[in-house]
C-alpha cells in the first residue's frame, strides 16, 4: 500500500521517467500493478497520463473529425467561385513559377492561368479578365495565403462588392473542391510533362479543354455544358465526323439563345439532384468516422501546426485559451506566444487541453530526497497482527535506477 505522498513520485517514475517512457495508460497501469497499490489506483494513473503535458505535446493526431458541413449548393453560374496557387513549379521559358486555379462551385468550370510570381497585382489583373468574360462573383472563397490577405485583393473585392470567405488555417479540406482540382491538375502536368519541363504552362489550356469537356459525378454534366447549355465539341466529335456526314442546320441568335435558355432549365433540376445526392453519400462516408465536438469560450485547448523546421511535420502548440466560437466548426484562439496573437482555426485541428490541479502536481524531481528520510526494514521485522492496524514502512530496491522505494503494509 502506497502512502499517499508517495503515488507521484511511483507515478513520475513509472510514467515520466526517462526510464518510464511515457508510455500509454494501460501499459502504466500494468507497470504499477506489478508491484504497488492504493485506493482508486486505476483512475489516478489514467488522470495523470491524460494531464502528461509532455504526452499532450507529442501524441500522434487523434482521429479528430467533426462531422461534415456541406457548403449550400450554388444555381447560378459563378455566383460563388474558389481560388488557390499552386507551385513553386519549374520555372518555364516564359517565366512562369505559379498557377492560379480557380472553379466555379455551380458548374465545376475550372480555370488555370500561369503566373510568373505569387504577387496579389498579378492575382487581381488574371481576376479581372476572367471577371470580363463571366460576370462579378458574390463571393470568393481563398485560403489565409498572403497574395489572398493582402490590401489590393480587399480593396479589389470591396470595389466590385465581392465577399471574401477564408479557409480555417491549416485546413484546406474547408476549400475542398479547390484543392481536388489543384491534384488533379498537378497529376495531369505530371502525366503529359516527360521530357520538356520548361513548357508546361504551354499544356495547361489543353488539360483544361479536357477537365471541361468531362461529365463530373456531382452533377452528371459536363462542366462546358453546364456553363454554354451544348456538348462540348472535342476531338472525338472530330473523328465522329470523319466517319458519317452530320447535317447542321441553320439557327437564328434569338432561337439559339431560347433554345439553350430551356435546356439549362430542364437540366439544372437533374444537376441539382445530382450534386444533393453525391453531397448526402459524401457526407454519409465523412460522418462515419466523426465525432460531434464543441468548445466553450475561454476553455483550454492544443492546437496543431506545422513546425517552424518543416511545414509537413505538424506539432500540438499550446495550451491556449478560446476566445470566441465563430461558427460551429472554426473558432477563434488566443496564442500569445505567436506572431499572430489571435488566429482562426477549425475544430479539427484543436483538441482540450487536460491541465493538473496544483494540489496534483509534484514538483518533487529528485524523489531520493523523500526517500531518504525513510528508516528501512525487513520482512522479518513485522510484529504479531493487533487489534489496531500497523503500519509498517519497507524498502523495495529498485536494481534500474539504484535507489529504493517506499512500500507501506497494514498488519
Known amino acids: 500500500m502506497v502512502p499517499r505522498p508517495y503515488r507521484d513520485t511511483v507515478l513520475q517514475l513509472a510514467h515520466s521517467h526517462v526510464l518510464g517512457g511515457h508510455l500509454a495508460r494501460d501499459k502504466t497501469i500494468d507497470r504499477i500493478m506489478q508491484r504497488f497499490y492504493w485506493p482508486r489506483v486505476t483512475r489516478d494513473v489514467a488522470k495523470y497520463c491524460r494531464t502528461c503535458d509532455q504526452c499532450q505535446r507529442t501524441a500522434p493526431r487523434p482521429h479528430l473529425r467533426n462531422p461534415l458541413i456541406p457548403l449550400p449548393i450554388i444555381e447560378t453560374p459563378f455566383e460563388r467561385i474558389a481560388m488557390d496557387l499552386v507551385g513553386p513549379l519549374p520555372k518555364s521559358t516564359r517565366g512562369h513559377e505559379y498557377i492560379l486555379v480557380v472553379i466555379d462551385y455551380a458548374t465545376k468550370f475550372p480555370e488555370a492561368i500561369p503566373l510568373r510570381n505569387m504577387s496579389s497585382k498579378g492575382i487581381a489583373k488574371e481576376l479581372f479578365l476572367m471577371f470580363s468574360r463571366v460576370g462579378l462573383p458574390k463571393t470568393i472563397l481563398t485560403d489565409q495565403g498572403t497574395p489572398f490577405m493582402s490590401r489590393l485583393m480587399k480593396d479589389l473585392c470591396r470595389l466590385y462588392q465581392v465577399q471574401q470567405i477564408r479557409t480555417s488555417i491549416f485546413h484546406p479540406q474547408t476549400d475542398g473542391l479547390c484543392e481536388r482540382l489543384n491534384k488533379t491538375i498537378k497529376s495531369m502536368l505530371r502525366?503529359?510533362?516527360?521530357?520538356?519541363?520548361?513548357?508546361?504552362?504551354?499544356?495547361?489550356?489543353?488539360?483544361?479543354?479536357?477537365?471541361?469537356?468531362?461529365?463530373?459525378?456531382?452533377?452528371?454534366?459536363?462542366?462546358?455544358?453546364?456553363?454554354?447549355?451544348?456538348?462540348?465539341?472535342?476531338?472525338?466529335?472530330?473523328?465522329?465526323?470523319?466517319?458519317?456526314?452530320?447535317?447542321?442546320?441553320?439557327?437564328?441568335?434569338?432561337?439559339?439563345?431560347?433554345?439553350?435558355?430551356?435546356?439549362?432549365?430542364?437540366?439544372?433540376?437533374?444537376?441539382?439532384?445530382?450534386?444533393?445526392?453525391?453531397?448526402?453519400?459524401?457526407?454519409?462516408?465523412?460522418?462515419?468516422?466523426?465525432?460531434?465536438r464543441e468548445f466553450t469560450v475561454g476553455e483550454k485547448v492544443m492546437v496543431l501546426v506545422p513546425t517552424a523546421e518543416h511545414r509537413f511535420l505538424a506539432q500540438w502548440r499550446g495550451p491556449y485559451e478560446v476566445m470566441k466560437r465563430v461558427s460551429p466548426v472554426n473558432y477563434l484562439i488566443k496564442q500569445p506566444d505567436r506572431r499572430k496573437k489571435v488566429q482562426l482555426y477549425h475544430i479539427n485541428l484543436l483538441k482540450t487541453y487536460h491541465g493538473r490541479e496544483e494540489e496534483d502536481i509534484s514538483h518533487e524531481s529528485d524523489w531520493s530526497r523523500i526517500l531518504q528520510h525513510l528508516t528501512p526494514t525487513s520482512r522479518s521485522a513485522c510484529p504479531a497482527p493487533t487489534a489496531s492496524p500497523t503500519y509498517l514502512s519497507i524498502s523495495l530496491q529498485v536494481s534500474e535506477v539504484g535507489a529504493s522505494l517506499p512500500y507501506m503494509c497494514v498488519v
Request: aromatic letters at 10%.
Open 191 to 292: 502525366r503529359v510533362v516527360s521530357r520538356d519541363r520548361k513548357n508546361w504552362d504551354m499544356l495547361l489550356p489543353h488539360l483544361m479543354f479536357a477537365l471541361r469537356e468531362v461529365p463530373q459525378a456531382s452533377t452528371g454534366f459536363s462542366p462546358f455544358e453546364f456553363l454554354y447549355g451544348r456538348p462540348c465539341r472535342g476531338i472525338l466529335d472530330l473523328a465522329k465526323e470523319t466517319w458519317e456526314t452530320q447535317p447542321c442546320p441553320f439557327r437564328s441568335t434569338i432561337e439559339h439563345v431560347t433554345l439553350m435558355r430551356d435546356r439549362l432549365s430542364a437540366v439544372w433540376p437533374i444537376v441539382k439532384e445530382h450534386m444533393e445526392k453525391a453531397q448526402r453519400t459524401q457526407g454519409r462516408a465523412y460522418d462515419k468516422s466523426a465525432t460531434p
